[in-house]
């Protein structure tokens, strides 16, 4: 069936960078994407990528695809006290599931100054 | 341009009462999803909404429905409410014309149940 996986903490010094890592399970899936959840409020489309490529990158966000091994990741650089929030993967399926994503249980990412 | 807008913010109902959220979805999106975020299951799709059908649904109860008005925009009505139901339920839009259409999520509503 369809599974997204996270891990579920991230800890990072400001300034470092931070990965955060995702598997999913939905081979047809055509695009994944990352979204940010901040306390008390909703998610925030981060970035997505289509499935026939390996990488994406948009100023500090590098995603990186492994279409083989379903893994995705999410790359920030320089990471700032701004940027501690929930950071959730999700995968889309096939063109059937359009509105419906599969989210991964969200890894809480947290900046130490 | 405004983003998506869900109101009211919070809700507290009592179990058994019913409940209807209200979502306005960015301009020009037709498809309006709604999803609902609790600490438990995570986030887990209730339904989609295109052009005013209902196009995909989720595995949850008959308790909840939707619509979609001409305009795009939605409802959700959650009826004989149980202490389960207490989550964010977070609306979603997109074009909705194609999957490369990234959806778009309000900060959503939070009902409490009593």
């Known amino acids: 069936g369809e599974d997204v996986e996270q891990s579920l903490f991230l800890s990072v010094r400001e300034g470092d960078s931070s990965v955060i890592n995702c598997t999913y399970t939905?081979?047809?899936?055509?695009?994944l994407y990352w979204y940010k959840q901040e306390p008390g409020a909703g998610l925030q489309l981060l970035t997505y990528i289509f499935s026939n490529m390996d990488m994406k990158q948009d100023q500090r966000l590098t995603v990186l695809l492994n279409k083989k091994d379903k893994h995705l990741s999410l790359r920030i650089a320089d990471t700032q006290t701004g940027d501690s929030a929930i950071y959730f993967c999700a995968e889309s399926g096939g063109s059937s599931n359009t509105g419906k994503l599969i989210f991964g249980q969200g890894t809480t990412l947290q900046v130490k100054p | 341009k405004a983003g998506v807008t869900q109101t009211p913010r919070y809700l507290i109902k009592t179990r058994g009462q019913q409940v209807t959220l209200s979502c306005s979805p960015i301009?020009?999106?037709?498809?309006v999803s709604w999803y609902q975020q609790t600490p438990g299951q995570g986030l887990q799709f209730l339904f989609e909404?295109?052009?005013?059908?209902?196009?995909n649904k989720g595995n949850f109860p008959g308790r909840f429905s939707g619509r979609q008005f001409s305009n795009s925009r939605s409802e959700m009505n959650v009826s004989t409410l149980e202490l389960g139901d207490s989550a964010l339920y977070l609306c979603?839009?997109?074009?909705?014309?194609?999957?490369?259409?990234?959806?778009?999520f309000g900060n959503g509503t939070r009902l409490t149940v009593t």
């Open positions: 301009s020009g999106h037709r498809s």
């Open positions: 979603a839009s997109s074009l909705g014309d194609r999957e490369a259409s990234p959806l778009h």
């Open positions: 939905d081979s047809s899936s055509t695009y």
């Open positions: 909404y295109f052009s005013e059908t209902q196009r």
